[in-house]
């Protein structure tokens, strides 16, 4: 009998949040062979180490790797100390900064000690990949970079974008997708993950497989996801991240902070749930057996009890309902449904995306003006939860999905949608 699930059961899992898979037929073909052979697949995801923390938007192939993981493969956590040395040109319009070896080192080591919350660190192959490209010297490399165009090269979107703009494109951003492509070369890959935005360098390593007699590499690639405005990706340098080492209660108060629609895409992207079972939720949410505040609170606690265990989640749910729930006020006051979207004040500032008060305050009927709103705040007329507002800016990440607003003796509570 073998030791893999049918082929059926592990697609299941495998294909659960998958964006595209080239190709599916293939992924099927070798899981097949897997299990008449009992050798399982090689498959890896390359992570450069650019910066020393881990956001929940990182975790996403990790936890697709997991997959593979328990379903009995061989998974490839691989870092790319060397290719950092390059930076990685997806989605950029202008050069990276190059690291330093001594940075790239030290974010190496913290990446290291953060994968393994999601990941079993006894089964799991840690790489660099300065063990194979740092030993190719100028003839290993111009016969790896021969089988390219130029021309290959500027198809690349971004390259195409910068060449067609006449802004700079240095020849070594040029070698970082053949380099990721040897990569996979280098570990004789079955199947490489990666995000939407990679699929040439991941069509990279294919190319170069097949040139070096091997079989082209699976690509299986998830959508790139959102952070905490719901708009763009997730990015601490956007402000709109959730890293994976922040404390519990930081972690479980900004994903309380996230739109319900937002929601069913974090159950998908960062949970273990199988796509039946968010389904599942997605339907007592619509037909009124489960309140979708519940629902988010149980999406909470599900991811931060992955990073800091049950008990944590469980303290930081319970010290959320006391600061945003248990108001008793709050009970018998009309509820407005706000989104907020219509109160989004500017992004720059410490913090990242903010929302207007005084604009929430008019959205509530509480104030006639935003100069009137403005003003009662200045005269610290106004209350969020029982405390005094001193600020007209509140924090998109601090903001609870339910907010008892007080201005003078009239009160409401803004449901945040």
């Given at each position: 009998?073998?030791?893999?699930?049918?082929?059926?059961?592990?697609?299941?899992?495998?294909?659960?949040?998958?964006?595209?898979?080239i190709?599916a037929?293939?992924?099927?073909e070798?899981?097949?062979?897997?299990?008449?052979?009992?050798?399982?697949?090689?498959?890896?995801?390359?992570?450069?180490?650019?910066?020393p923390?881990?956001?929940?938007?990182?975790t996403?192939?990790?936890?697709?790797l997991?997959?593979?993981?328990?379903?009995?493969?061989?998974?490839?956590?691989?870092?790319?100390?060397?290719?950092?040395?390059?930076?990685?040109p997806?989605?950029?319009?202008?050069?990276?900064?190059?690291?330093?070896?001594?940075?790239?080192?030290?974010?190496a080591?913290?990446?290291?000690?953060q994968?393994?919350?999601?990941?079993?660190e006894?089964?799991?192959?840690?790489?660099?990949?300065?063990?194979?490209?740092g030993?190719?010297?100028?003839?290993?490399?111009?016969?790896?970079?021969?089988?390219?165009?130029v021309?290959?090269?500027?198809?690349?979107?971004?390259?195409?974008k910068?060449?067609?703009?006449?802004?700079?494109i240095?020849?070594?951003?040029?070698?970082?997708?053949?380099?990721?492509?040897?990569?996979?070369?280098?570990?004789?890959?079955?199947?490489e993950?990666?995000?939407?935005?990679?699929?040439?360098?991941l069509?990279?390593?294919?190319?170069?497989?097949?040139?070096y007699g091997?079989?082209?590499?699976?690509?299986?690639?998830?959508?790139?996801?959102?952070?905490?405005?719901?708009v763009?990706?997730?990015s601490k340098?956007?402000?709109?991240?959730?890293?994976?080492?922040?404390?519990?209660?930081?972690?479980?108060?900004?994903?309380?902070?996230?739109?319900?629609?937002?929601?069913?895409?974090y159950?998908?992207?960062?949970?273990?749930?199988?796509?039946?079972?968010?389904?599942?939720?997605q339907l007592?949410?619509?037909?009124?057996?489960?309140?979708?505040?519940?629902?988010?609170?149980?999406?909470?606690?599900?991811?931060?009890?992955?990073f800091?265990?049950?008990?944590?989640?469980?303290?930081?749910?319970?010290?959320?309902?006391?600061?945003?729930q248990?108001?008793?006020?709050?009970?018998?006051?009309e509820e407005?449904?706000?989104?907020?979207?219509?109160?989004?004040?500017?992004?720059?500032?410490?913090?990242?995306?903010?929302?207007r008060?005084?604009k929430?305050?008019?959205?509530l009927?509480?104030?006639?003006?935003?100069?009137?709103?403005?003003?009662?705040?200045?005269?610290?007329?106004?209350?969020?939860?029982g405390?005094?507002?001193?600020?007209?800016?509140?924090?998109?990440?601090?903001?609870?999905?339910?907010?008892?607003?007080?201005?003078g003796k009239?009160?409401?509570?803004?449901?945040?949608?």
């Amino acid at each position: 009998m073998s030791k893999f699930l049918p082929v059926d059961e592990q697609m299941d899992l495998l294909e659960k949040g998958a964006a595209e898979i080239i190709r599916a037929s293939d992924l099927r073909e070798r899981l097949e062979q897997s299990r008449k052979t009992g050798r399982p697949l090689r498959v890896k995801a390359g992570f450069d180490p650019t910066a020393p923390d881990l956001h929940l938007g990182h975790t996403v192939l990790m936890r697709k790797l997991r997959h593979f993981q328990q379903l009995g493969h061989q998974v490839i956590f691989l870092i790319g100390d060397f290719t950092s040395l390059i930076g990685d040109p997806t989605g950029r319009n202008v050069t990276r900064k190059p690291l330093t070896l001594e940075q790239i080192q030290k974010n190496a080591e913290t990446y290291k000690q953060q994968v393994f919350k999601i990941l079993d660190e006894a089964k799991t192959e840690v790489r660099y990949n300065s063990e194979w490209l740092g030993k190719l010297d100028y003839e290993g490399t111009i016969r790896v970079t021969s089988h390219f165009t130029v021309s290959q090269m500027l198809e690349r979107d971004e390259f195409h974008k910068r060449f067609q703009a006449e802004q700079p494109i240095s020849l070594h951003e040029m070698l970082y997708p053949v380099m990721q492509g040897y990569d996979s070369v280098a570990l004789e890959c079955d199947v490489e993950l990666g995000g939407t935005d990679q699929k040439f360098n991941l069509q990279c390593g294919r190319d170069l497989q097949r040139h070096y007699g091997q079989k082209p590499q699976i690509v299986l690639m998830t959508p790139i996801l959102e952070g905490l405005d719901g708009v763009q990706k997730m990015s601490k340098s956007l402000n709109n991240a959730v890293g994976i080492n922040e404390p519990p209660a930081e972690m479980y108060g900004k994903l309380m902070s996230i739109s319900d629609e937002l929601m069913w895409k974090y159950w998908v992207f960062l949970t273990d749930l199988r796509q039946s079972e968010v389904a599942g939720l997605q339907l007592q949410v619509a037909d009124g057996r489960l309140h979708p505040m519940d629902t988010k609170k149980r999406l909470a606690r599900t991811i931060t009890a992955g990073f800091h265990g049950e008990e944590a989640a469980s303290s930081a749910d319970e010290n959320w309902a006391r600061m945003f729930q248990q108001k008793g006020e709050s009970e018998d006051l009309e509820e407005v449904p706000v989104a907020y979207a219509d109160l989004v004040g500017p992004s720059g500032a410490p913090g990242g995306l903010q929302i207007r008060l005084p604009k929430l305050l008019v959205q509530l009927g509480l104030a006639a003006s935003g100069a009137e709103a403005s003003r009662k705040i200045a005269e610290n007329a106004v209350k969020l939860d029982g405390e005094v507002a001193t600020n007209a800016l509140i924090p998109l990440a601090t903001l609870p999905a339910r907010l008892v607003v007080r201005l003078g003796k009239r009160a409401k509570v803004a449901v945040i949608t």
